[in-house]
């Protein structure tokens, strides 16, 4: 048994597909390959159910639930959740926390939510193309759009001389273009930089105007806040409008059991958290608590820090994100989620304080670090030197500047890096990052019978007691917003006897929820959070004959099923 994989490129579709069918294969008894839906092209949007059945269904234990690639060019992400599946897999039985996770747990992973727009990102020059439903060139039908005008397989910059251009050559080096400063006359020639492409549709010659491509978000087309389009860029339609969403968001709602979530993006080393929309002070505190908590384990394992999206990740606080995954797992459904964005080339180019949210223009002293990354790392591969071309509407023009897929978008493949350390940047983060969505994964609630007795106390008449606990870190109902929104079930108890009365007690029962070990943070003290029950103890009188067996359940939606049998004696 075994399957191996080398993680030094990326996957095409039907190579990533090949890949899941043969980790199936490979591992019958722990891993289901199933499609949950096509995309727009008609391709398979596949998930890898995990777990060891002989220690109960997938649907009896509570779950974790990945998915990845849901923006075209992020490449890296269906990397992890791919590394995540095999590691479970190839691990399992030599690993103490991977066995445990397969035997306690059910992990639902879908490695790539796009397929269709990842196909183009990795086959293509194409620098946007959103869900896929657009072909390259068709994205855009006026004003400047994306094309490699020049035949090189690139979609890089052109920077075009005009005396009121924005932009000059640096003095320190000659590849680099710097801002011109607000007051600045006498320091040209001056350049206006432009994504490499053409203009469509009717023009003057003179002015044009570029405009936003028709690369739809998949990102923003969930439920919770969404928004439309004139009010919310890449929304779609209608929320869920797009297959790849629908199939996704009906997946979850299908499995009730998901006690946690990562999405992985790129790129900015961040691990996001809510809120999309509010500032901090509107998150439950003992929320804000157990996600910090959480998260720095996820900082020790990766480096990357934990952030709020709206407070530190939006550009204009005053249009928020909305229509987002972890928004409507969390907001909507209580489930603890992070959205991670993989990978940061200032992180490797030794940039000690990068920009988190990676638009705007960066220092010249932290370009030149980036050159220097990609002339150690990358072979000089990561940006293209400026060169004349007769283009054919603007006349001479310079194409060139930085390259965009492997080098800010991802870690560059094995096959571009240039030095052993680079060679060790799309390993070091996929692995990582595993180990952090694996630690996040064992925090789950996990309901268990922890005593179960029958005391005789006369002919036919019996006293029997059971205590259900929960032994994981979160409550059974995950979070206060969850608790809220009533969307995490109580723990139901039944008792079955085929023959006999229960003369005290019932026979199904809500025992309300139990308490994780989020809420000990220390030891007791009168100042700090008041502690819950971690168990409960229920008993039941019944009259039955010697040797009945009695069959007694603990359930809950997010910390499993729990079954225990006693013979009255």
Request: aromatic fraction near 10%.
């Amino acid at each position: 048994m075994g399957y191996d994989l080398d993680f030094g490129e990326y996957f095409v579709y039907d190579d990533l597909t090949a890949h899941l069918k043969g980790l199936a294969e490979a591992y019958p008894k722990l891993a289901t390959l199933e499609s949950i839906g096509k995309s727009w092209q008609g391709r398979d949007v596949w998930v890898m159910t995990l777990t060891n059945p002989e220690t109960g269904t997938p649907d009896s234990k509570p779950a974790f639930y990945i998915d990845a690639h849901i923006h075209a060019e992020e490449v890296t992400t269906s990397h992890t959740a791919l590394y995540t599946i095999w590691y479970l897999l190839t691990n399992y039985d030599n690993n103490a926390d991977v066995t445990w996770l397969l035997e306690n747990m059910t992990f639902y992973i879908v490695p790539r939510i796009n397929p269709d727009g990842a196909e183009i990102s990795l086959t293509t020059a194409h620098h946007w193309c959103g869900n896929g439903r657009y072909l390259p060139g068709e994205e855009q039908t006026k004003g400047l759009c994306q094309h490699d005008i020049d035949g090189d397989g690139l979609i890089v910059q052109m920077r075009i001389e005009d005396p009121n251009g924005e932009w000059r050559v640096s003095e320190d080096d000659a590849r680099l273009m710097v801002q011109r400063q607000p007051g600045e006359v006498n320091n040209g020639p001056y350049y206006r930089l432009y994504r490499e492409g053409e203009v469509r549709g009717e023009w003057d010659g003179v002015n044009f105007e570029i405009h936003k491509p028709r690369d739809g978000n998949l990102n923003r087309n969930f439920p919770a806040g969404w928004r439309p389009e004139f009010r919310q860029y890449g929304a779609g339609e209608l929320p869920l409008s797009e297959p790849e969403t629908k199939a996704v968001a009906d997946f979850i709602l299908n499995h009730p059991n998901i006690s946690g979530m990562q999405c992985y993006h790129t790129h900015g080393g961040l691990h996001l958290r809510p809120s999309l929309v509010e500032p901090d002070s509107t998150l439950p505190r003992f929320d804000l608590a157990v996600y910090n908590r959480i998260g720095a384990m996820g900082t020790e394992l990766t480096g990357y820090p934990v952030i709020s999206v709206y407070e530190e990740f939006t550009n204009d606080p005053d249009k928020p994100r909305v229509g987002s995954e972890m928004q409507w797992s969390y907001d909507e459904f209580g489930i603890i989620t992070f959205s991670t964005e993989l990978w940061n080339p200032q992180l490797a180019a030794g940039i000690e304080v990068p920009a988190k949210y990676q638009i705007g223009a960066r220092s010249t002293d932290d370009e030149i670090k980036l050159l220097n990354y990609n002339d150690e790392h990358l072979g000089g591969k990561g940006f293209i030197e400026w060169r004349e071309f007769d283009h054919p509407q603007f006349g001479p023009v310079e194409i060139g500047g930085w390259t965009h897929m492997y080098t800010f978008r991802n870690p560059p493949p094995v096959s571009m890096a240039s030095s052993e350390e680079a060679k060790n940047f799309l390993f070091d983060t996929i692995h990582t990052n595993c180990l952090f969505t694996l630690k996040h994964a064992m925090t789950t609630p996990l309901l268990t019978i922890q005593a179960a007795e029958v005391e005789k106390l006369a002919d036919d008449l019996y006293k029997v007691s059971v205590i259900v606990g929960n032994e994981g870190f979160l409550p059974t109902h995950l979070t206060q917003r969850a608790l809220a929104h009533g969307t995490a079930k109580e723990v139901e108890v039944k008792l079955y006897a085929e023959d006999g009365e229960v003369l005290i007690g019932k026979l199904g029962q809500s025992i309300g929820h139990l308490a994780g070990r989020d809420e000990r943070t220390a030891t007791w003290s009168p100042w700090l959070r008041e502690w819950s029950d971690t168990n409960r103890k229920l008993e039941w009188l019944l009259r039955a004959p010697d040797n009945t067996t009695l069959t007694i359940t603990a359930s809950s939606q997010k910390a499993g099923t729990k079954q225990v049998e006693v013979t009255l004696s």
